[in-house]
């Protein structure tokens, strides 16, 4: 490996000992960049990766609320605005028991190069609390929200810092943010938040966007191979908003998807998946994938035991992990490859860990790499901001256009990158250098800062 950038990984690795996700993240861009590096021996002397790798900040805080019986609860609070380079800070919230500074650092991360893929002018950012909203009713949820964003609020703005939804943050979470930072700033400022409901200035296809985007990311992959995805057969982990929204847009481009998961266990449908019964126990009952078998006995439920999901042992010619990080381990891939899989879209943030991503590429499986194949959300969130500083908005159409020709433009850009440096059909490798060679062109423009 080339020194510099075996020095920087030691350097990174000593230094985060304890972040394993983050360093995980790390080790895959900084390997995947090596053609670059070399032909750039004046970043060594300009520090430029050690300064990509560090966040320019990292904000830690309590929050306290309220529960239904009277008592106070504390959680964490986080949020790294991890670069700013092209942009304001840009990235979700995520609201689950995991969550930790590692995992922070590496959502931030991965922000900055899927940011910087979209062509849009937006940094990269990343926070959340280890809240777990599961089981907690409506009042609970806007209490906690509210208190978190009494602290929030002093570090966020429409050109500073910019959040959205992630795990466990959806509209309704969103709508608890806003109104508490209206109220604090006692002004409307819509640009502040992204991924909020279309009656108080939210964008129209903002919740379908991730989704619909690793779809439109799929089809310009496969038909760079000479394949589609109509007639093909898709299992997808998850059932929340990533996963929902690519089974919708996969079933219109012509594909059956039969199956789905949530952390308990998966489905498995034949005839293909009733979209509209998963929608109404997760977005409206908020319930079990399980309890689709009450409307389709038919259907097949796999109960999950140890790290590996069931839905992965279904034979499929696509998997799309939509679920968690690190979900879809070597096990997996190889069972996966065994049964046949053409293709792997990444719909959740690194959810292949890094020897199951290896064993895919080694073994000839396309591989559309999260922070290309999943960055129609935010795509979408920058297309929402503007429509709040315009005070103007478009349809459903409009947007569902602008986010189909972001993600060719994404596409085009990973391939051309890996073509260069010839990795052709590469696209994990061909995603980080076409992110990397902006941030890193940017960063010798704007100087040492």
Not at 123 to 149: L, N, T, V
Not at 341 to 350: D, L, S, T
Not at 389 to 398: I, Q
């Amino acid at each position: 490996m080339n020194n510099y950038l075996a020095n920087v990984i030691s350097r990174t690795e000593q230094m985060n000992a304890k972040e394993p996700e983050y360093l995980q993240a790390v080790r895959e861009v900084l390997t995947s960049i090596e053609p670059v590096i070399n032909i750039h021996p004046e970043y060594d002397r300009m520090a430029l990766l050690e300064r990509l790798v560090e966040p320019e900040r990292c904000i830690l805080f309590r929050v306290p609320w309220v529960d239904d019986n009277g008592k106070v609860v504390v959680n964490r609070g986080f949020r790294v605005q991890f670069n700013s380079l092209i942009g304001p800070y840009k990235g979700g919230l995520r609201f689950h028991p995991s969550v930790n500074l590692s995992i922070m650092k590496f959502l931030g991360f991965e922000q900055i190069f899927k940011n910087a893929l979209t062509g849009l002018p937006i940094g990269g950012a990343k926070g959340g609390s280890d809240f777990d909203p599961k089981g907690k009713s409506d009042g609970e949820i806007m209490r906690f929200c509210q208190s978190f964003m009494n602290e929030l609020y002093r570090h966020i703005g429409a050109d500073v810092d910019v959040p959205a939804g992630d795990i466990g943050v959806g509209g309704r979470e969103i709508g608890y943010l806003f109104g508490q930072y209206k109220k604090i700033r006692n002004a409307y400022e819509g640009g502040v938040l992204t991924g909020k409901d279309v009656c108080y200035g939210g964008s129209l296809a903002r919740k379908e966007a991730t989704g619909y985007g690793l779809m439109f990311f799929m089809r310009e992959m496969l038909a760079a191979h000479d394949n589609s995805v109509a007639g093909k057969t898709v299992t997808i982990s998850g059932s929340g908003n990533v996963a929902i929204y690519a089974c919708e847009k996969a079933q219109a481009m012509g594909a059956n998807v039969v199956a789905m998961s949530d952390s308990n266990g998966c489905i498995y449908d034949s005839e293909g998946i009733d979209l509209d019964c998963v929608k109404q126990i997760k977005e409206v009952q908020r319930g079990r994938i399980k309890d689709y078998l009450n409307k389709h006995p038919q259907a097949q439920y796999f109960e999950r035991n140890g790290e590996t999901s069931p839905v992965w042992s279904i034979k499929t010619d696509i998997a799309l992990p939509c679920a968690t990080q690190n979900e879809l381990n070597l096990e997996a891939a190889k069972i996966l490859v065994s049964n046949g899989v053409v293709a792997v879209g990444e719909g959740a943030n690194m959810p292949c860990t890094q020897d199951a991503t290896d064993y895919f590429l080694a073994n000839n499986v396309l591989v559309a790499p999260a922070k290309a194949a999943n960055a129609g959300g935010v795509a979408t969130s920058a297309i929402e901001m503007s429509q709040n500083s315009m005070r103007f908005y478009y349809t459903f159409e409009e947007v569902e256009k602008k986010l189909d020709n972001i993600m060719v433009h994404i596409f085009n850009e990973c391939e051309a990158a890996s073509d260069k440096y010839g990795q052709h059909g590469n696209y994990v490798a061909g995603a980080n250098i076409a992110a990397f060679e902006k941030l890193a062109s940017a960063m010798v423009c704007q100087g040492i800062v």
